[in-house]
Every structure is written in structure tokens, then in C-alpha cells.
């Protein structure tokens, strides 16, 4: 087997199928005919987030956010409630779950260009926090621990190169 690092960096050769016929019957959809009211996720993406079982009200990290179908559905399921904050180190990655927050009309995601590695406060070597933020409420990165009632951390992204491409 050959790596992902080595398949998409070092243009090494790694497995490949090809799909000859189709499994199930599902007809094409193209999801721009249907402004913002549906959006193709794979299976992986939807058990990832019903295993995470967010409920409304809460405030849920998803730290490896883009390009942002599993916010989106985190911030679904909670009803457009309490808050979803999404780190990803690529502006133009933030940019996109922000063009999907609006046309989906949903004002509980809120994208940070952030590295998610660095999003955790570390006590400085006398044990004091050295940030000015000390409200586990935050919406601004980096956050104390504690700060969100669950974490989605999906690296590398369970549905990697399978999200639905139906045209």
C-alpha cells in the first residue's frame, strides 16, 4: 500500500479502482439546482457526525473543519443553536465554509483560519495563562480546555476524495 503523503506529494502510484457498473439505482443530482437546501455527504461524513450526537444548544469544536460538510451538519442538527466554531489552517478553506454557512442560513458556524494543533492554551512556565482571554466562552482561538461540550477532530477527513461529485 502506498501512502497518502506518497500519493498526493511524492506522485507515487497507489491503488486504484475502477466502478464498471452501479451497485444501486440513485439518480444524478447536481446540488446547485437546489440553492443551498441540500448538500451530497458521504456516508463516512454522516456517521462521523452521528456518532458525535450533537444537541442543540451546545458548543462543538470541529478542528479539522474544511471544507465544511460535517459543520454543516453539526450546526443542522443542533437546530442552528449554540455555536460551532471550525479551525482550518487555509484562508480560502475558512472562506468556503463561510460561503456554505450563508447559503445554507446558518449563523452558529463560526470559521477561524487557525492551526488546530496550537488552539488549546498552554500555561506559560509559571502557570499563568499567558493570553488575555480567560472566558472558556470564547469564540476567539486559542481556547482554554473545557471550553466545548464535544470535539470532531476527523484527520485525515473520513471521507477523503469520496465526497459525492454527482453531476
Known amino acids: 500500500l ?3 503523503e506518497d500519493v498526493f506529494k511524492n506522485s507515487k502510484p497507489g491503488i486504484g479502482v475502477l466502478i464498471k457498473e452501479r451497485i ?9 439546482l437546489f440553492e443551498g437546501c441540500i448538500y ?5 461524513s454522516i456517521i462521523t457526525v452521528d456518532h458525535l450526537d ?12 474544511a471544507p465544511g460538510g460535517k459543520s454543516l451538519h453539526i450546526a443542522t442538527r443542533i437546530q442552528n443553536t449554540g455555536q460551532v466554531v471550525c479551525l482550518d489552517k487555509s484562508e480560502p ?5 463561510l460561503r456554505y454557512a450563508e447559503m445554507h442560513a446558518l449563523t452558529n ?6 492551526d488546530a494543533t496550537k488552539s488549546i492554551k498552554r500555561p506559560d512556565e509559571d502557570g499563568k495563562q499567558t493570553e488575555m482571554n480567560t472566558s472558556t466562552k470564547s469564540l476567539t482561538p486559542p481556547f482554554l480546555p473545557g471550553s466545548f461540550d464535544r470535539v470532531l477532530l476527523d484527520a485525515p477527513c473520513s ?5 459525492p461529485q454527482i453531476r
Open 2 to 4: 502506498v501512502s497518502r
Open 24 to 32: 444501486y439505482s440513485c439518480p444524478s443530482l447536481d446540488e446547485r
Open 40 to 44: 451530497l455527504q458521504n456516508l463516512p
Open 54 to 65: 450533537p444537541q442543540p444548544g451546545e458548543r462543538i469544536l470541529d478542528m479539522c473543519a
Open 93 to 97: 478553506k475558512r472562506n468556503q465554509i
Open 109 to 114: 458556524l463560526h470559521p477561524f483560519n487557525f
Open 159 to 163: 471521507a477523503l476524495g469520496q465526497r
